[in-house]
């Protein structure tokens, strides 16, 4: 099993920052990616930010030069930094964990940016 724990959310006004970071902990070899994902009210849950074991990232069109993705393989932990924020990030964000075809999840941390 993977447990994957979220910390760093909050409340922010609109053009600040916040960094999230998730601890992953238990069966966490053969990783194929570790990424954040966001829930709107009312609307489907979207990848934000993905880091893939070869390196490379994937960023969702509306935060791409805003967002960074970044992981610490020694303490097992991937971060997302969200500077220049806007009321539309708002959202509930999840960390996920992706092994084989086996997606894992943390219980979510609420991200509200005030206009």
């Known amino acids: 099993q993977v447990q994957l724990v979220e910390s760093g959310g909050g409340l922010v006004q609109a053009g600040g920052s916040l960094r999230l970071s998730c601890a992953a902990s238990?069966?966490?070899?053969?990783?194929?990616?570790m990424g954040w994902y966001r829930q709107a009210p009312g609307k489907q849950r979207e990848l934000v930010a993905k880091?893939?074991?070869?390196?490379?990232?994937n960023y969702a069109d509306s935060v791409k030069g805003r967002f960074t993705i970044s992981r610490d393989n020694t303490k097992n932990t991937v971060s997302l930094q969200m500077n220049s924020l806007k009321p539309e990030d708002t959202a509930v964000y999840y960390c996920?964990?992706?092994?084989?075809?086996?997606?894992?999840w943390g219980q979510g941390t609420q991200v509200t940016v005030s206009s």
């Open positions: 880091l893939t074991s070869s390196g490379s990232t």
């Open positions: 238990g069966s966490i070899f053969s990783i194929n990616a």
């Open positions: 996920n964990l992706l092994r084989g075809a086996t997606h894992y």
